[in-house]
């Protein structure tokens, strides 16, 4: 008796949940606009000033919104330009790290600074990510933290490659 009980209840209030979703009532448009003649609702027209007000706001948006985009796009080439410099050093460093032997301490320092400049462009965000300048600016920043750990990863290649032709050197003068 009881579960006929509740699902009763619980059918009843379906349909009226129903009733009240799908049933389109006129309260709203009576409040807000006055009735006419005909039967239905009349929109109040908007006074000269007040619409030469709203249409100087709406200039004042879009020119706000275009000048705030045309930032946005210049510094999102400035990422991209940066990007591009990355990706042309890794695949620089690459190459000369091809055949090199370092000391065991570096090696380290030298995989998980290559592998953080990867991670930034593996899957880069699109500038539809950023929501304004500073995000993009905040991006830039990243890929310059990534260009100094390259450029002390470069030094280190650079002395190493120096000490390797420093031992080879004499060799090559003796055999001469």
């Known amino acids: 008796m009881k579960k006929k009980i509740s699902i009763g209840l619980l059918l009843l209030i379906v349909l009226v949940a129903m009733y009240f979703l799908f049933v389109p009532t006129k309260i709203a448009n009576q409040l807000d606009y006055p009735p006419t003649a005909e039967g239905g609702f009349s929109v109040p027209e908007l006074s000269p000033e007040k619409t030469a ?19 946005m796009q210049h510094t999102y080439s400035q990422l991209q330009d940066s990007r591009k410099r990355l990706k042309g050093r890794l695949a620089k460093l690459k190459a000369s790290l091809w055949n090199l032997d370092l000391p065991g301490e570096h090696v ?7 592998a953080q400049a990867v991670m930034l462009l593996k899957n880069p965000p699109l500038r539809g990510a950023f929501r304004d ?6 991006e830039i920043r990243k890929l310059d933290a990534a260009h100094q750990k390259l450029d002390n990863i470069e030094e280190l290649i650079s002395k190493t490659k120096g000490l390797q032709s420093a031992k080879k050197d004499p060799i090559i003068e003796l055999t001469n």
Do not use: C, P, V, Y
């Not at 007000?53 to 930032?71: C, F, P, V, W």
């Open 133 to 138: 300048e500073a995000a993009i600016n905040k």
């Open 53 to 71: 007000l709203a249409g100087q706001k709406i200039e004042m948006q879009q020119s706000a919104t275009n000048t705030r985009l045309q930032d």
């Open 108 to 114: 380290a320092g030298i995989n998980n600074g290559l």
